[in-house]
DNA sequence: TAATTAGGTCACTAGGTCAA
DNA sequence: TTGACCTAGTGACCTAATTA
């Protein structure tokens, strides 16, 4: 809407925001006639790598229509009517940064470079082990928790509000951000930035990186939660002790859904985990765009050069194309999430939450998370609320709905109600 | 008006109460345009089917259509100026309610499935039967009434309080909660609701149950009440009796007038009857709410069903919504009669009615209707007040109104004065 | 008065059109 | 195929009207 702000794609002159993001009249035409039919794969000889700017958008579809997604265009994103003051507001701070920003760029700070495809190996290859270390370091403590329970049903009649407060006792926030902290160690760049950065993208972008890094495989039917293959819980208890409506539920079904049929790779999934973190749409503060942009831009080469190894050319663009269009899909439902949470915390804004949860769901305060508190407190984690009785019974399937949500999400951030859980087996 | 209670169409946040539902901004627009020229219809596959969520509000303007008549937004709806402390009191608990129910949200009871064309077949099958079951087993008791009588206009002058009086020994409320009862046994899902909820469903939208499940053909001219063909009463005279102001008449009358030129068949009529069931906004003490919703929703597949048997897909849409803006029109309509009838109740707050009767017209009494004491009073009905005597003459023409109200509501829930039937003809 | 809403306004965008 | 331009919405905000 404001022009000064360019098109993401090509940075030419934008005409507004389409289909959810800034661009100009050419890319937003561009894309609707992708959405109509897809453009033509095994053209490109690199895809995903052509400059998209306005003198050469044209040379490659496949590249463009990948800058699209990657930026984050979708069809369900479409935002429609005049806008709010409070978005005129974003635009109007969003215009600032970009001026400091090109001040920044003159100093020959950014540069589009290409990796060598040895740095790219070498990059995947430290992201894929740092996953499975990760699954070994938490494993003793996540373990704890692969104790399938039930969930007793009467505590759903208690009041919401002594609910919550009981709750917040036996989270473990530090958990994830002890893991996301370790990922991040290995994306090229991302230590570079400043802490604010870092911590910035971490808190607006959790939802979507655990969505993707889930440590867990998801059981095939979607209603039980598993970890290391054994059924934790099933997952109509989880959506009313979080207190989500059918429809949120819903969204992350699909997008859950969208992401099974991707059947990630491990190298996929820790470059795809990566580039959720790269998102800065959904924050003001964030301050260096630049070289986050450079980052994902890493990213991108990455995710290609993994995409190629399992592809042929013919098929290639389509594979990344597909990718990014799921992660725009998964961006949009984890904005429903996260405002879905919101609803429910202003609404006990009384209840007595630890300033750790406090921080995370309430994206407008201003305490950041501490990086190095976290690390030394990585020795002091103590995950035991689950008390280990035993009664061989389960909520009945018929239940259940479909839905997979990830164990980390369930462990760490829900609002899990221990006084709910009167039974735990096997 | 307050923001917590969602938008009833799309739920997203609601900007206050628009054509008599809260709804959002958006919502509140879109049914504005819609009065001046409705969206096109055969562009839904499916009418009536698509979900209605903030980001998917603008993909189908034909359901959102169907959504906002079928939560019941009407012009004929229309609320202005400043809430009284009452209506204050009403929405506060409105919201406690939904703080409530969203713990209740659910014992997996709410899926939004979709039903079988067979199971829909079965379902409405079963109604229209149930319908000419009630008709023949009710035929012996309501054919007593089915004498013309003509009514001394003296008795009109009589004061109304030893009117009011005398009439209620011979009301037989009890017939009618026989009747819609029965009903209720044949609409899926609506006998597992709590007791409470079903007392307070059936009292809440028994007026406008009636005047769309009616047994009775109404008196082409609309002058004459009508049972098996017999002219009954003189239209204007029960409006004396009733009470009812010239006002309240008229929109009874637009609204009998709108219902019979619909043309319902069997097998619409006994749905919309159903559907007046689920309604909920007039009650504050109705709990279950999504369960109910889930009712609703089996009732508007087995409408779109029906509808679609007579009309291709070109017209579906526009038949469900007519049909669904009419429901909407009684409301409206009835909610005056209501009124109406509290306001006299009130004015004579000393006359001895029966607890039956105060229970049905005193919406905030706290007694409900005792289903299964009326399942064993079934057989003890005595419904001969009317003494047969006779006198050919009848209230002339040019004294009546054009209204076309039923039998039933005539015989059950009137008001109606014996001593003003001084003669009685064949 | 103050609260509250229908209807108007117009900054916005999806999708269609068509010359280049 | 492209992209400038157009049309039919959309929805945030405003004001006049309505009511307690
Ligand atoms: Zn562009
Ligand atoms: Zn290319
Ligand atoms: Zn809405
Ligand atoms: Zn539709």
């Not at 095994?42 to 463009?64: D, L, M, S």
């Not at 949470?341 to 949860?357: A, G, Q, T, W």
Request: charged share 30%; glycine share 4%.
């Amino acid at each position: 809407m404001d022009p000064t702000i360019p098109c993401k794609i090509c940075s030419d002159k934008s005409a507004g925001v389409h289909y959810g993001v800034a661009s100009c009249e050419a890319c937003k035409s561009f894309f609707k006639r992708c959405n109509q039919k897809p453009p033509e794969g095994n053209k490109c000889r690199k895809p995903g790598y052509c400059t998209i700017v306005p003198a050469r958008r044209n040379n490659c579809a496949e590249c463009r229509y990948i800058k699209c997604l990657a930026v984050g265009m979708s069809i369900n994103n479409i935002k429609t009517g005049r806008y709010s003051a409070k978005q005129l507001e974003e635009s109007r701070r969003e215009v600032e940064k970009l001026q400091r920003q090109r001040e920044l760029e003159k100093n020959g700070f950014y540069a589009n470079h290409t990796l060598k495809n040895e740095d790219i190996e070498k990059i995947v290859k430290t992201l894929v082990e740092k996953r499975s270390v990760i699954k070994k370091t938490f494993n003793p403590q996540l373990e704890r928790f692969a104790i399938p329970f039930k969930v007793n049903r009467q505590n759903h009649h208690r009041p919401m509000r002594e609910r919550l407060t009981a709750s917040w006792k036996f989270r473990k926030p530090e958990v994830f951000k002890t893991i996301v902290f370790q990922v991040t160690q290995d994306i090229p760049g991302f230590s570079s930035l400043t802490q604010e950065d870092q911590n910035e993208l971490i808190k607006v972008n959790r939802v979507d990186f655990r969505m993707i890094y889930s440590l867990v495989k998801v059981e095939d039917s979607g209603k039980y939660l598993l970890f290391n293959d054994k059924i934790v819980c099933a997952v109509e208890d989880v959506r009313k002790t979080e207190h989500l409506s059918e429809e949120v539920v819903e969204r992350i079904r699909n997008v859950r859904k969208k992401l099974d049929a991707l059947q990630l790779t491990d190298e996929e999934r820790v470059v795809l985990s990566g580039l959720t973190l790269t998102h800065t749409d959904r924050s003001m503060k964030v301050e260096d765009r630049v070289s986050i942009e450079k980052i994902q831009n890493t990213l991108l080469q990455c995710l290609e050069y993994c995409v190629g190894k399992q592809y042929d050319s013919t098929q290639k663009g389509k594979r990344v194309a597909k990718l990014l269009t799921v992660l725009a899909d998964l961006r949009t439902c984890s904005d429903d999430l996260i405002q879905s949470k919101h609803n429910l915390l202003f609404k006990y804004p009384d209840v007595d939450f630890p300033p750790s949860i406090r921080e995370m769901w309430y994206s407008d305060l201003q305490e950041a998370y501490d990086m190095d508190k976290i690390r030394s407190e990585l020795q002091n984690i103590d995950l035991d609320f689950v008390s280990e009785n035993s009664s061989p019974e389960m909520s009945t399937a018929s239940d259940l709905i479909d839905l997979g949500p990830d164990l980390e999400t369930f462990l760490f951030d829900t609002t899990i109600f221990p006084d709910d859980i009167d039974t735990v087996f096997k």
